[in-house]
């Protein structure tokens, strides 16, 4: 990976809406749902008070509340969701969940809310997000959901869309544990998941993964922890103009994982780690070829960035892959295909 001046995000993306063709191929699979609360619902809070970590710290999100009419329809219907998603719709599992909070953050691109939900039997809980539905963040969600080693759970009804928690160890959280006085073994492996992740980004044009934008997942695997790289958060999905921005080592937020990798991994392994990420994407693309290509064809009739942007990336992608195809797209469409064929072609002819 190399060393260089390090990117900046565009202050603030605007919000692309869901137009009919991607609604189509929503509801085909499943994922455009009639549910009985949206977004702006939600709005009609009436008050909020901080919220703070353990550390007593402000989180940036505000713990909203309703008066007493709103929160008992509110409370139904987020119960009402929260089945929709996890399960097959149904009132039998309402009764046993609560809601026990539900959260604004006033910073974040989207402005979500984080629905905390609780099953009264064992009290065990998870976290939902309802936000404003944007076609980059559901082209994101539906292209980590084809593409990387995850599965994804999302709805979309109109203008709302309904997200399932992603659980893991937020990036930057991770770095500050004390990541640079982990174990060597432990670096390694983190250093070989950061190389694949950032990877991934570049492939699928997935932007400002930023190290509060994924989370570090631990899994115990017999005498061992390993660990994956997920992202949470697609706003940036085929937006940036620059390349680098769609590089996550090139972000400063990562500056410890990048010197991570430096550390640890000599430059043959940073290379053969690429290219197994690569012929892993490759081979999913091909696995999930007509679904891919129906998603595909929705983003060439769409229009999820500017022209200016779109210049500027076909020119940074020529320059980095030095195939004369990007010279002629159009659209982020175009440019997301041309990226996956480069990718397929050469895993063919490593074959």
């Given at each position: ?240 103009g620059r ?36 012929s892993t ?15 595909l064809d ?54």
């Amino acid at each position: 990976m190399e060393d260089t001046k390090y990117e900046n995000i565009s202050k603030k993306k605007p919000t692309y809406p869901v137009k009919p063709f991607l609604g189509d191929y929503l509801s085909k699979y499943n994922r455009n749902v009639l549910i009985p609360v949206f977004y702006d619902d939600l709005l009609r809070f009436s008050g909020a008070t901080e919220v703070y970590n353990e550390h007593g710290e402000d989180t940036l999100w505000v713990r909203v509340y309703y008066n007493e009419f709103e929160r008992i329809t509110i409370d139904k219907d987020l119960k009402k969701v929260y089945s929709i998603l996890h399960g097959d719709g149904s009132d039998t599992s309402v009764p046993f969940l609560n809601i026990d909070a539900v959260d604004y953050c006033t910073f974040a691109n989207s402005k979500p809310f984080r629905i905390k939900v609780r099953n009264i039997l064992n009290d065990n809980y998870t976290y939902m997000y309802v936000k404003k539905a944007d076609a980059s963040r559901v082209y994101g969600l539906e292209l980590e959901h084809l593409l990387s080693p995850n599965r994804i759970n999302f709805l979309v009804y109109k203008e709302t869309l309904i997200e399932d928690h992603i659980s893991g160890i937020p990036g930057d959280t991770f770095m500050d544990s004390g990541l640079d006085s982990s174990a060597i073994s432990t670096q390694k492996q983190i250093a070989k998941e950061f190389v694949k992740f950032n990877e991934r980004c570049i492939v699928r044009l997935l932007g400002d993964m930023r190290s509060y934008n994924y989370v570090i997942v631990p899994t115990h695997d017999f005498d061992q922890v390993r660990y994956r790289i997920r992202a949470t958060d697609f706003d940036q999905q085929c937006y940036e103009g620059r390349l680098r921005v769609y590089m996550p080592q090139f972000l400063k937020e990562n500056k410890l994982y990048v010197q991570m990798v430096h550390n640890n991994l000599r430059p043959e392994s940073i290379e053969q780690y690429k290219q197994e990420e690569r012929s892993t994407i490759a081979k999913r693309i091909l696995l999930g070829k007509k679904r891919i290509r129906e998603l595909l064809d929705c983003m060439l009739q769409d229009n999820i960035s500017s022209d200016f942007k779109i210049e500027q990336l076909k020119k940074d992608l020529f320059d980095y892959t030095k195939d004369k195809a990007f010279k002629e797209c159009s659209c982020m469409g175009e440019l997301l295909e041309t990226a996956f064929k480069f990718v397929i072609r050469h895993y063919q002819d490593v074959k």
